[in-house]
T-cell receptor
Framework: KAGVTQTPRYLIKTRGQQVTLSCSPI?????VSWYQQTPGQGLQFLFE???????NKGNFPGRFSGRQFSNSRSEMNVSTLELGDSALYLC???????????????FGQGTRLTVV | EDQVTQSPEALRLQEGESSSLNCSYTVSGLRGLFWYRQDPGKGPEFLFTLYSAGEEKEKERLKATLTKKESFLHITAPKPEDSATYLC???????????????FGAGTRLAVHP
């Protein structure tokens, strides 16, 4: 079956702009979580959605937001982009609500965002 | 504070030279430990889940083990295609709210040379 799909794969934006990233989870998975990966900080948790509700949030500024639709697809938005937002943004999907139940998370290929 | 530490940061092996990667953790309420493999520019690929001390999982040349304080990823007779960054993640319960959180280590960059 198809894996986690993230679009676009690559993105170049200018400081101050905003960006929206998309994630389609594995069919049947209802939980979607987002991570930021940079060489210096590694994988940092952004937020997690389950059944259209944000269940958990990491320590990121309010410029980072997200939402989940009824078909479990999720979008992440970053407003007023800063140079430091350049990173690989990863989406992971789980069959169950991993914030409550032990379950594996499967990752997409990521969106490489470059802010210039 | 909950923490996951992986060592070494980087490891260079000759093809066929077996070794182990370490993931040590200090978390309260461990729910599970996951190993992922990540190739450059790609998302992490799920390898194993371990839930309790003493548990072992195997897949081809890889074997993961878990104790109460750490996990090891043993690589037997590695091949160049095993070169990647190996990530360890711990699922722990957040005291406030009762939700689980997933904490990643910084990873071990493995290079296997022919």
């Amino acid at each position: 079956k198809a894996g986690v799909t993230q679009t676009p794969r690559y993105l170049i934006k200018t400081r101050g702009q905003q960006v929206t990233l998309s994630c389609s989870p594995i069919s049947g998975h209802r939980s979607v979580s987002w991570y930021q990966q940079t060489p210096g900080q590694g994988l940092q948790f952004l937020f997690e959605y389950f059944s259209e509700t944000q269940r958990n949030k990491g320590n990121f500024p309010g410029r980072f937001s997200g939402r989940q639709f009824s078909n479990s697809r999720s979008e992440m938005n970053v407003s007023t982009l800063e140079l430091g937002d350049s990173a690989l943004y990863l989406c992971a999907s789980s069959q169950s609500d991993w914030t409550v139940i032990n379950t594996e998370a499967f990752f997409g290929q990521g969106t490489r965002l470059t802010v210039v | 504070e909950d923490q996951v530490t992986q060592s070494p940061e980087a490891l260079r092996l000759q093809e066929g030279e077996s070794s182990s990667l370490n993931c040590s953790y200090t978390v309260s309420g461990l729910r599970g430990l996951f190993w992922y493999r990540q190739d450059p520019g790609k998302g992490p690929e799920f390898l194993f889940t371990l839930y309790s001390a003493g548990e072992e999982k195997e897949k081809e040349r890889l074997k993961a083990t878990l104790t109460k304080k750490e996990s090891f990823l043993h690589i037997t007779a590695p091949k160049p295609e095993d070169s990647a960054t190996y990530l360890c993640a711990v699922q722990a319960t957040v005291t406030e709210g009762g939700y689980n959180k997933l904490i990643f280590g910084a990873g071990t960059r493995l290079a296997v040379h022919p």
